[in-house]
């Protein structure tokens, strides 16, 4: 079992900045995927942006050159920094991890999720 717990949403102007925090409580660094995505009112689950195997990151169109992926793997921390945030960026954000259990079996994890509204 993976849990994951997600904070740093709230309430933000358009423009403005937020940094989302996830906190594993297991080694990151095992990991063979992290992600965000995010639930707008009304609407599908969608990819926002992942990380695999600490490196390769993937972004969706909406949030390249604005939102940033990082992982601390000493602090079993992933991270989302959301710059020049947009009214449709409202939306609650999940973390997600991919972990290998045993027999090579690749499970998925979520975490309850934080929301970001940004609104001026």
């Known amino acids: 079992q993976v849990q994951l717990v997600e904070s740093g949403g709230g309430l933000v102007q358009p423009g403005g900045s937020l940094r989302l925090s996830c906190a594993a409580s297991?080694?990151?660094?095992?990991?063979?995927?992290l992600g965000w995505y995010r639930q707008p009112p009304g609407k599908q689950r969608e990819l926002v942006a992942t990380?695999?195997?600490?490196?390769?990151?993937n972004y969706a169109d909406s949030a390249k050159g604005r939102f940033t992926i990082s992982a601390d793997n000493a602090r079993n921390i992933v991270q989302l920094q959301m710059n020049s945030l947009k009214p449709e960026d409202t939306a609650v954000y999940y973390c997600?991890?991919?972990?290998?259990?045993?027999?090579?079996?690749?499970?998925?994890?979520w975490g309850q999720g934080t929301q970001v509204t940004v609104s001026s």
């Open positions: 990380i695999t195997q600490g490196s390769s990151t």
């Open positions: 297991r080694n990151i660094s095992s990991m063979y995927r």
């Open positions: 997600n991890a991919g972990v290998f259990g045993t027999m090579s079996l690749l499970n998925y994890y």
